[in-house]
């Protein structure tokens, strides 16, 4: 048990489909984020939540949209992906003070493959 | 631009061999935080060690330890007496301030050969 949940494991989906995958966390953290990671390339940040308001978004296509409803679930609602998102999508917390930094907590991601 | 660099792409080492993953950044800071991460093939980003900036004792976490050079702004993770389990992708991050978002190497695959 890692404290950060995703599912599902592995998804493959069409381009006209609409999919969504989940993080769940049950750490007590106050930041989520998520994460692409694409084969030779660094991790890509895509969004940051925190206290469930969004702080970020790293100029993501629109195709891709999250939701925080609460400080312990975070959404990535896809739609029409293109084939270049296949991907590792991972999903991090971490509680986010001031003056000091423990590092973010991931889970085991989503196997996105667009096809 | 903060960076963070990792020049070796791939390392093998024998089991029980001792290994030295280099990493190297770029800031005008003075007060950050440097991280090592894990990601086997299981795909799980592990949380390795964590180093204060502001600390000068180079942090240790059983076979695991960093040289952080501040000065040179480097920040290499040994590991002793590796084991097969430790084959993996190591990454190193920096955070540099409150906007949330760590800067990450492009990652050192590694791999414990029995």
């Known amino acids: 048990e890692t404290g950060v949940t995703q599912t599902p494991r592995h998804l493959v989906m069409g381009m006209t489909n609409k999919k969504s995958l989940k993080c769940e966390q049950h750490l007590g953290h106050n930041a989520m984020y998520w994460y692409k990671q694409s084969a030779k390339k660094p991790l890509e940040l895509m969004f940051v939540?925190?206290?469930?308001?969004?702080?970020e978004n790293n100029s993501v296509p629109s195709r891709f949209s999250p939701e925080c409803p609460n400080s312990s679930h975070l959404f990535l609602h896809l739609h029409t992906l293109q084939p270049e998102d296949s991907a590792l999508y991972l999903c991090?917390?971490?509680?986010?003070?001031?003056?000091?930094?423990?590092?973010?907590?991931f889970g085991s991601g989503t196997r996105l493959t667009v096809v | 631009a903060q960076t963070v660099t990792q020049s070796q792409p791939e390392m093998s080492v024998q089991e029980a061999e001792t290994v030295t993953l280099s990493c190297t950044y770029d800031t005008s800071e003075s007060n950050y935080y440097l991280f090592w991460y894990k990601q086997p093939p299981s795909r799980q980003m592990i949380l390795v060690i964590r180093q204060e900036a502001y600390k000068q004792q180079n942090a240790t976490e059983n076979r695991f330890s960093v040289n952080f050079q501040k000065a040179a702004k480097s920040f290499s993770l040994k590991i002793s007496d590796s084991q097969l389990g430790d084959t993996a992708m190591y990454f190193c991050?920096?955070?540099?301030?409150?906007?949330?978002?760590?800067?990450w190497g492009a990652g050192t695959k590694l791999i414990i050969k029995p």
């Open positions: 991090a917390s971490s509680q986010a003070w001031q003056g000091n930094n423990y590092g973010y907590t």
């Open positions: 939540y925190s206290l469930e308001e969004r702080v």
């Open positions: 991050a920096f955070d540099g301030d409150s906007n949330y978002q760590l800067i």
